[in-house]
């Protein structure tokens, strides 16, 4: 079946980067728009970002100069660059695919950690 897999969490000091990846299977990972999620201890999850399969990119004003999300078709892979971390970027990021734009996402990942210490 569909495989989304996150990596490079881990922990940062504020200020510091990361840069997480999401390794697709199974899928025409080209055509598909790619988003990253993230989800804070007692918090819902929040969209981050995503990407069209043309390249075209959107992020959330809480993240939009600091974060920058690329693709990879050949490697079937999306990115997410994140620069400038604050600790209340700490949280589970997750990436998930999507077939049609407006429409809900049909694939996720397990997530990896992000914490970002003070």
């Known amino acids: 079946q569909v495989q989304l897999v996150e990596s490079g969490g881990g922990l940062v000091q504020a200020g510091g980067s990361l840069r997480l990846s999401c390794a697709a299977s199974?899928?025409?990972?080209?055509?598909?728009?790619m988003g990253w999620f993230r989800q804070a201890p007692g918090k819902e999850r929040e969209f981050v970002g995503t990407?069209?399969?043309?390249?075209?990119?959107n992020y959330a004003d809480s993240v939009k100069g600091r974060f920058t999300i690329s693709r990879d078709n050949a490697k079937n892979t999306v990115y997410l660059q994140m620069n400038s971390l604050k600790p209340e970027d700490t949280a589970v990021y997750y990436c998930a695919a999507k077939a049609t734009l407006y429409a809900g996402y049909d694939y996720w990942g397990q997530g990896t950690q992000v914490t970002v210490s003070s």
């Open positions: 990407i069209t399969s043309s390249g075209y990119t």
């Open positions: 199974r899928l025409t990972f080209s055509s598909y728009l």
